[in-house]
């Protein structure tokens, strides 16, 4: 049996990470990014356990996002959360389709793809910055969130409606979801508050949402759909078990646990991996231009919203609105599968999109962090306002 010696250069590169993350004071989830990069451009490829484990990676972030959301929240802030959500989406994504379409002379397809991919904002990124950062529970932390996926519905909903032609399976797929999450949020106190179940070592709790999550990803892949919206939706529908007791808030923190000391830092090095250096370089000039054109696109419809509802965390807001990982990985590898795009064209936007992960997030950490306070909402705010508590730094 031949030694594979993969796992033990990931297992590094992810120990590793958490010790620049330490150094720095860096969302990890950067400096797994940028890790990736560089294994996968100095010769190392993901291999097939790796890649599923990314994508269920990128499941369980968005479920924990899911069941860090306020609905209190959301519900009085959606008027805020929906436009800035959409705005992210609509903005980018005509900028960069006009601009691959008429300027650069991509196909119509090829355009369609290129701004779907640069339109997103990752809800992975987001979460796991704002958790490292203790901002998870702050009132501008879970509009940033609720935002978020308002971007990635938009985005998910154009994949869908522009290029997936609907199947029996696909049907089977929303049947499935919608079902899954129905019984879910009926039952699922039933196996948090169980006392035969709880303090044991064997984490049955957490046994019980992998479950629902590789339901998800089964019946998803089944019907060519997308598994991070319903595992988003599950996440915010037991956000209110796992708010029922102490217990079940231990049971939200044990899965953390688990989740990012092995399985998410696959998901963020994986996606530094699929970045071509040698492509993007042949390319370097679109490359650019698209980098520019999605962050901008993305400060043209975030930054005056975020102005008027979030007065003093505006750029903390932009920045992490500027971010792309998931969806954006997603709609590209669609596109070269599907033949719509080419394989330069392909690693252009993966490149731009893991940039977008790693440029924002560093620069609103470094620069543009609010104190951590306990609501962030300021008494002397005008209505309808979320402030950071303290100035950027």
Do not use: C
Not at 74 to 89: A, D, N, Q, T
Not at 289 to 307: M, P, T
Not at 340 to 357: K, M, N
Not at 370 to 375: A, F
Request: net charge positive; glycine share 8%.
């Amino acid at each position: 049996m031949k030694a594979d010696i993969v796992p033990l250069i990931v297992g590094g590169l992810v120990f590793l990470a958490s010790l620049i993350s330490l150094k720095l004071g860096l969302s990890v989830a950067i400096i797994e990014i940028i890790l990736g990069s560089i294994a996968g451009n100095a010769g190392l490829k993901p291999e097939e356990w790796m890649l599923y484990m990314a994508s269920f990676g990128g499941i369980i972030l968005t479920f924990l996002a899911g069941t860090e959301i306020d609905t209190r929240l959301m519900r009085e802030k959606f008027k805020e959360s929906f436009l800035i959500g959409m705005l992210s989406f609509l903005v980018p994504f005509a900028a960069v389709f006009l601009y691959a379409f008429f300027v650069a002379g991509w196909s119509y397809k090829a355009s369609l793809i290129a701004g779907t991919a640069l339109s997103t904002t990752s809800l992975a990124v987001v979460y796991s910055v704002l958790v490292e950062t203790g901002l998870a529970q702050s009132a501008i932390g879970k509009m940033l969130m609720a935002a978020t996926f308002v971007t990635d519905m938009g985005t998910a909903l154009a994949l869908s409606a522009l290029f997936v032609k609907p199947t029996l399976y696909t049907l089977i797929f929303l049947s499935i979801s919608v079902n899954v999450i129905y019984l879910a949020d009926k039952i699922s106190h039933h196996v948090f508050n169980n006392p035969l179940l709880k303090n044991k070592v064997i984490e049955p709790e957490i046994k019980y949402v992998f479950l629902l999550l590789l339901t998800f990803m089964y019946f998803a892949n089944l019907g060519e759909g997308h598994a991070v919206l319903p595992a988003f939706l599950l996440g915010l529908l037991m956000s209110g078990h796992f708010k029922e007791s102490s217990d079940s808030r231990v049971v939200r923190n044990r899965l953390r646990t688990v989740a990012y000391a092995v399985i998410t830092p696959i998901f963020f090095i994986v996606g530094g991996m699929r970045v071509s250096l040698p492509l993007i370089a042949s390319a370097l000039g679109l490359f650019l231009i698209f980098f520019v054109l999605k962050i901008g696109a993305k400060f043209l419809g975030v930054y005056f919203l975020a102005k008027k509802f979030v007065p003093q965390g505006r750029m903390y807001t932009t920045l992490l609105m500027s971010t792309g990982l998931t969806f954006g990985t997603i709609a590209s590898v669609f596109g070269l599968n599907s033949g719509f795009i080419t394989r330069v064209q392909y690693s252009v936007l993966v490149g731009v999109v893991i940039a977008s992960a790693v440029i924002p997030t560093f620069i609103a950490q470094h620069w543009f962090r609010p104190v951590h306070d306990e609501d962030l909402v300021e008494n002397d705010a005008p209505a309808g306002t979320i402030a950071a508590a303290g100035t950027p730094r």
